[in-house]
C-alpha cells in the first residue's frame, strides 16, 4: 500500500489554486461518467438525491446526514453512495446497508484521464462513512492500463459527518491513461451511512509545456534478418531548449521500454510535427509487440508510444527435394524439384528449367548443375536456397565402370546373354538399364545365369552387375 498523504481541507484548498482540474463531478446532472455495481451482493452504488431514513417492522434506517450548504445543488443535492436494494423497496434509499448480504462493489471512471506532463496529482472528494473497521469500510484504487488496481490510502470508516479527503501519490503523475474507483466492501457489522461521496475532482500540475505524441509509421511490420529503415513521426509541443535532442526509441518485443533500443535521433529546437529517420538492425528478434515513442533531452521528456504494434516476421524456411530422390540422374534423364515452406517461388536458371514459377518445376540439365528458388511467404518475406544435381555420363558408365573385366555373351544379344568371367564367384545382383536410366529389368542371385532380352526393344542398354561388393557396367546392344 502506498503511502496516502492526507490534508486538512484549508491547506489543500490553497495548494490547489495553482492546478488544473482534469476531472470533476458533483453528480447533479445524469451522465456516463462511472460505471457501477460490477461485484457481488444486495449493497449496491447509486446516485440520488434521498437523505431521509423511515422504519418498517420494527427495522429503522437513519436518515443520512445532510451535505454542508455549499455544495453544488445545496444541502439535499444529489450525491453517489451504497444503498441496500431490498430495504430501498420497502423502506429508505439513502445511504444504508444491510449487514446480512455481504458486498463487494466498485464505482469504477468509465473514461480514462491523462496526466501526461503533470505532477502532483490529486484526488479531492467528501465523504461519509460510519460501517465498521476492517469488515464494513470504502476505500479508493487506481489503474494506469485499466486492469492492475492498486490501493491509494487507507480504507475509510468511521466518518459520520461530511469530510473533505484529499489523496495523491507520485504512482498518478504523467501517466498516459489514469483511472479511479470507488470500493465497497460489507461483512456482518456495522452502522450507517455507507460509503457515500460528492464534489469529486482530479486536478494536476503542469511540469514544463513539452509533450511529445509519437505517432507510427507507414508501415508496421517488416521482415527479420534486413536492416529496416522507416521513420518515425512525432509531434513535439511546447518549447526545447539549445542543444536539445529527439530520440526514436524502440521497445522490446512484448512493448516494454525497460531498456529501450536507440533506433534514431534528430537534433531540433522546434515543436510541431516532425520525423526521425529510424533504423531498426537486422539482428533484431522476431516479434508481435514492438512500440516506438520519442524522448526529448531539453527538457527531459518521454513521449508516448505510438499505440500500435510493430510485428517482425520470421523468414521462410525453403526445403528442396527431388524426384528421384538424392538428385542424380544420367544424361537424357529429366528431374523434378518440389519446394515448401513459402507460398510463392521463383526459380533459376531458366535454361534447364520448364518453368520458374511454381512449387514444383522440371530441370532437364545435361551436365551436372546448380538449381536455386527463393520463397516468398504470406507476409512478404522472402529467403532462398539451392540443389545440386549431378548428371552422370552415360559413356563413361559403359567405359570407365567395368572393373570386373566381364563380358556379355553374345553381345548383340536378341534372345538371352551371358555374363562371362575369370572367377566362379556368383552373381548376386543383375540390373539392365535404358540409354535414359531407367530400370527395365532386375535378377536377385539368379540360377542359372541365363538374362532373357527378347521381350526388350531394340537399342543400347547397359547392365550393372555386382559380384560381392563391386559393381561392374557394361554396355548391351540388343538388334
Given at each position: 500500500?502506498?503511502?496516502?498523504?492526507?490534508?486538512?481541507?484549508?491547506?489543500?484548498?490553497?495548494?490547489?489554486?495553482?492546478?488544473?482540474?482534469?476531472?470533476?463531478?458533483?453528480?447533479?446532472?445524469?451522465?456516463?461518467?462511472?460505471?457501477?455495481?460490477?461485484?457481488?451482493?444486495?449493497?449496491?452504488?447509486?446516485?440520488?438525491?434521498?437523505?431521509?431514513?423511515?422504519?418498517?417492522?420494527?427495522?429503522?434506517?437513519?436518515?443520512?446526514?445532510?451535505?454542508?450548504?455549499?455544495?453544488?445543488?445545496?444541502?439535499?443535492?444529489?450525491?453517489?453512495?451504497?444503498?441496500?436494494?431490498?430495504?430501498?423497496?420497502?423502506?429508505?434509499?439513502?445511504?444504508?446497508?444491510?449487514?446480512?448480504?455481504?458486498?463487494?462493489?466498485?464505482?469504477?471512471?468509465?473514461?480514462?484521464?491523462?496526466?501526461?506532463?503533470?505532477?502532483?496529482?490529486?484526488?479531492?472528494?467528501?465523504?461519509?462513512?460510519?460501517?465498521?473497521?476492517?469488515?464494513?469500510?470504502?476505500?479508493?484504487?487506481?489503474?494506469?492500463?485499466?486492469?492492475?488496481?492498486?490501493?491509494?490510502?487507507?480504507?475509510?470508516?468511521?466518518?459520520?459527518?461530511?469530510?473533505?479527503?484529499?489523496?495523491?501519490?507520485?504512482?498518478?503523475?504523467?501517466?498516459?491513461?489514469?483511472?479511479?474507483?470507488?470500493?465497497?466492501?460489507?461483512?456482518?457489522?456495522?452502522?450507517?451511512?455507507?460509503?457515500?461521496?460528492?464534489?469529486?475532482?482530479?486536478?494536476?500540475?503542469?511540469?514544463?509545456?513539452?509533450?511529445?505524441?509519437?505517432?507510427?509509421?507507414?508501415?508496421?511490420?517488416?521482415?527479420?534478418?534486413?536492416?529496416?529503415?522507416?521513420?518515425?513521426?512525432?509531434?513535439?509541443?511546447?518549447?526545447y531548449g539549445s542543444g536539445n535532442l529527439f530520440t526514436a526509441e524502440l521497445s522490446n518485443s512484448s512493448g516494454?521500454?525497460?531498456?529501450?533500443?536507440?533506433?534514431?535521433?534528430?537534433?531540433?529546437?522546434?515543436?510541431?510535427?516532425?520525423?526521425?529517420?529510424?533504423?531498426?538492425?537486422?539482428?533484431?528478434?522476431?516479434?508481435?509487440?514492438?512500440?516506438?515513442?520519442?524522448?526529448?533531452?531539453?527538457?527531459?521528456?518521454?513521449?508516448?508510444?505510438?499505440?500500435?504494434?510493430?510485428?517482425?516476421?520470421?523468414?521462410?524456411?525453403?526445403?528442396?527435394?527431388?524426384?528421384?530422390?538424392?538428385?542424380?540422374?544420367?544424361?537424357?534423364?529429366?528431374?523434378?524439384?518440389?519446394?515448401?515452406?513459402?507460398?510463392?517461388?521463383?526459380?533459376?536458371?531458366?535454361?534447364?528449367?520448364?518453368?520458374?514459377?511454381?512449387?514444383?518445376?522440371?530441370?532437364?540439365?545435361?551436365?551436372?548443375?546448380?538449381?536455386?528458388?527463393?520463397?516468398?511467404?504470406?507476409?512478404?518475406?522472402?529467403?532462398?536456397?539451392?540443389?545440386?544435381?549431378?548428371?552422370?555420363?552415360?559413356?563413361?558408365?559403359?567405359?570407365?565402370?567395368?572393373?570386373?573385366?566381364?563380358?556379355?555373351?553374345?553381345?548383340?544379344?536378341?534372345?538371352?546373354?551371358?555374363?562371362?568371367?575369370?572367377?566362379?564367384?556368383?552373381?548376386?545382383?543383375?540390373?539392365?538399364?535404358?540409354?535414359?536410366?531407367?530400370?527395365?529389368?532386375?535378377?536377385?542371385?539368379?540360377?542359372?545365369?541365363?538374362?532373357?532380352?527378347?521381350?526388350?526393344?531394340?537399342?543400347?542398354?547397359?547392365?550393372?552387375?555386382?559380384?560381392?561388393?563391386?559393381?561392374?557396367?557394361?554396355?548391351?546392344?540388343?538388334?
Amino acid at each position: 500500500m502506498r503511502k496516502l498523504l492526507l490534508f486538512l481541507s484549508v491547506a489543500s484548498a490553497m495548494s490547489l489554486n495553482s492546478q488544473t482540474i482534469l476531472f470533476q463531478d458533483n453528480f447533479e446532472t445524469s451522465n456516463n461518467s462511472w460505471t457501477l455495481n460490477n461485484g457481488s451482493g444486495d449493497n449496491q452504488w447509486i446516485i440520488n438525491n434521498v437523505y431521509a431514513g423511515d422504519a418498517f417492522g420494527g427495522l429503522i434506517i437513519v436518515p443520512t446526514p445532510n451535505q454542508p450548504a455549499s455544495f453544488t445543488g445545496g444541502s439535499n443535492s444529489n450525491y453517489l453512495h451504497i444503498f441496500s436494494q431490498p430495504i430501498c423497496g420497502v423502506i429508505a434509499c439513502n445511504a444504508n446497508f444491510d449487514t446480512g448480504s455481504p458486498s463487494d462493489q466498485s464505482a469504477t471512471m468509465t473514461n480514462a484521464i491523462s496526466t501526461v506532463g503533470m505532477n502532483n496529482i490529486n484526488l479531492n472528494f467528501w465523504y461519509l462513512c460510519a460501517g465498521d473497521p476492517s469488515i464494513s469500510y470504502g476505500f479508493v484504487e487506481y489503474s494506469t492500463d485499466g486492469s492492475t488496481w492498486s490501493q491509494i490510502g487507507s480504507e475509510l470508516s468511521g466518518v459520520s459527518t461530511w469530510t473533505q479527503v484529499n489523496l495523491t501519490d507520485i504512482a498518478l503523475d504523467n501517466q498516459a491513461t489514469l483511472k479511479f474507483r470507488l470500493h465497497w466492501i460489507n461483512g456482518a457489522s456495522g452502522v450507517d451511512p455507507a460509503f457515500s461521496v460528492d464534489e469529486l475532482k482530479i486536478t494536476g500540475v503542469e511540469v514544463n509545456q513539452a509533450v511529445i505524441t509519437t505517432n507510427s509509421p507507414s508501415f508496421l511490420s517488416a521482415c527479420n534478418g534486413v536492416d529496416i529503415n522507416l521513420a518515425i513521426p512525432f509531434s513535439a509541443m511546447g518549447s526545447y531548449g539549445s542543444g536539445n535532442l529527439f530520440t526514436a526509441e524502440l521497445s522490446n518485443s512484448s512493448g516494454s521500454f525497460a531498456s529501450p533500443t536507440i533506433i534514431g535521433t534528430l537534433a531540433s529546437e522546434m515543436n510541431g510535427n516532425q520525423v526521425i529517420d529510424a533504423l531498426i538492425p537486422a539482428g533484431t528478434p522476431v516479434g508481435n509487440g514492438y512500440r516506438f515513442r520519442v524522448t526529448s533531452s531539453s527538457p527531459a521528456a518521454i513521449g508516448s508510444d505510438n499505440g500500435l504494434d510493430f510485428v517482425i516476421h520470421s523468414l521462410p524456411f525453403i526445403v528442396v527435394t527431388s524426384d528421384p530422390a538424392g538428385g542424380t540422374i544420367n544424361q537424357g534423364q529429366t528431374i523434378i524439384l518440389s519446394a515448401s515452406g513459402a507460398s510463392e517461388y521463383l526459380w533459376s536458371p531458366s535454361s534447364i528449367l520448364s518453368s520458374t514459377v511454381g512449387a514444383s518445376v522440371v530441370a532437364s540439365p545435361s551436365v551436372s548443375s546448380i538449381v536455386s528458388v527463393v520463397g516468398t511467404d504470406q507476409n512478404g518475406c522472402s529467403s532462398s536456397s539451392v540443389f545440386n544435381i549431378t548428371v552422370n555420363s552415360t559413356a563413361a558408365i559403359a567405359e570407365e565402370k567395368n572393373i570386373l573385366n566381364l563380358l556379355i555373351y553374345p553381345n548383340p544379344a536378341a534372345e538371352y546373354f551371358e555374363v562371362l568371367r575369370s572367377s566362379s564367384d556368383p552373381i548376386d545382383r543383375l540390373i539392365i538399364k535404358d540409354n535414359k536410366g531407367k530400370k527395365v529389368k532386375s535378377y536377385d542371385k539368379p540360377k542359372p545365369e541365363m538374362f532373357f532380352v527378347d521381350d526388350l526393344s531394340s537399342g543400347e542398354y547397359f547392365v550393372f552387375v555386382k559380384i560381392g561388393t563391386i559393381t561392374s557396367a557394361l554396355k548391351l546392344i540388343v538388334p
